[in-house]
């Protein structure tokens, strides 16, 4: 079923332990598309400057992604500058540049207003909502935000938030907007603002599905090397969209499968710089991934007889 | 089949932001015989002091713990005072008074000496290989151990666990012990150094287990109240060790049972101050609460007819 995600796609540079890149593709949405669309077709609203490179256009396009919804502007393209340390968890922003994304509003074409399934990117929450405006009774709106917003747009996030069905978050961010220190009480606490569900990301500790009556944790896979992190919450938030978007209900099977798969394609994007993994991998990759994670995770019921 | 532990039997003070508490039952070895005992008889080899009450010990005989190597000696028993922040996940140690811990020899009582499972304790790497000088071919020796014999005994930490077979080490430990700030790395450096298994504790986060071709994870229990985690670490080891002493074979499967089985026993330990929620379990609400594990990590296979 049709999926559509409004978010940056970005020119980013970025510092790890291992290397640095400059001016490489990133961008929520282009992370977010590119992970979904193993599963299934995407819209992307988004906007681009004039030095955007056609081939990362191309890229998007092989990848079966609708890009009607994406606009060229006067202008250079949004770009973020990043540094991470060996504590890989959390990046150090050095420099963000606006740039198109200044101006940015969204416009959904004809096409993509009956769009099922939707992704809200990290935006600016009152962007967010323009674009709930503009889609007619999708199944369900997800909705990804972060610590910019959460200190400095709190009102339009909680007007946003009421209207989202899942939120992901990090945990630091989920504390953030809660109030809450504990993880438990503070998913209860978002639960009371709007989303039925609320996905917490933890980074390498894996991450929490929280509903009215229950939680699904899945772990992160162990991986020996992580070369950057930049884009795995949009890439699992991708893996996880996808998946629901390929299932005509929402069980609580789907949602395991989708926070699975969620992150089997997070796993894949920290493997190399910018969208370098993602780029290589193919269905059957990630099966045999969705696989490691059920051998990482998988125990005995204990026996009837046992006690 | 016979399960041995050597460790503290201690009176802690502690002070969490729930509340504070004075001179309550604690010690490694108290945390790990209890939780053990669930499963499996177990031997205790400790000192108290004088001033040790009766009722503790008590409570221990009537878990069917064996106490045989227990010795009272002059002066006052071992104690450690701590403080936990809103960040449960570590100690602040405020003070701790060997008393007639400084002057302890372990000796195994002869009845001892062929116990099938030995767990070391977290005490100093030297007493704890006099205590495998005196057990004849155990099955499995695991041991923990912590920041303070990294630091300050390297060499007779490194002559320990070429004798052991499990380690069990906190994330931040295992880093330092191994230089490896990758976790994956940390405990394959940990496994070159003598143990076929590393369970690595990562409090909130769960524990992993790392054997040289493979890996399982387990989550903590989210937990809207945790009061105390003194004691979360034996707890977890008492349940895994314990749950290996009730099986003839060392497979795969029981590994996976007794993770799963010591991160319950931890779920209940934390739930209350010192022993106490211990006090009041039994074997149905273990049962019970290793079925909300299994809720809380099972998803479904992938159909094989989906691509």
Redesign the interface.
Known sequence: MSLLVVGSVALDSVETPFGIKEDVLGGSATYFSTSASFFSPVNVVAVVGEDFPEPHLQFLRERGVNLDGLTREPGRTFRWKGRYG??LNEAETLDTQLNVFQSFTPRLPDSYRDSRYVFLGNIHPELQSQVLDQVKGPRLVAADTMNFWITGSRPALLKTLERVDLLFINDSEARQLSGE?????A??NILAMGPKRVVIK?G???A?LFEHD??????AL?????FDPTGAGDTFAGGFMGTLATSEELSP?IL??A??MGSVMASFAVEKFSLERLREID?GLI?AR?SDF?????????GPLE?
Not at 214 to 219: N, R
Not at 222 to 226: G, I, M
């Open positions: 060996w504590q220190h504990n993880i438990v009480l998913a209860r933890r390498e500790y894996g929490l229950h939680v699904f944790a899945c772990p162990p991986l020996a090397e992580v099977a395991r499968r926070m699975v269905r099966r969705f059920k051998k990482l995770t998988h125990f005995e019921d204990l006690d």
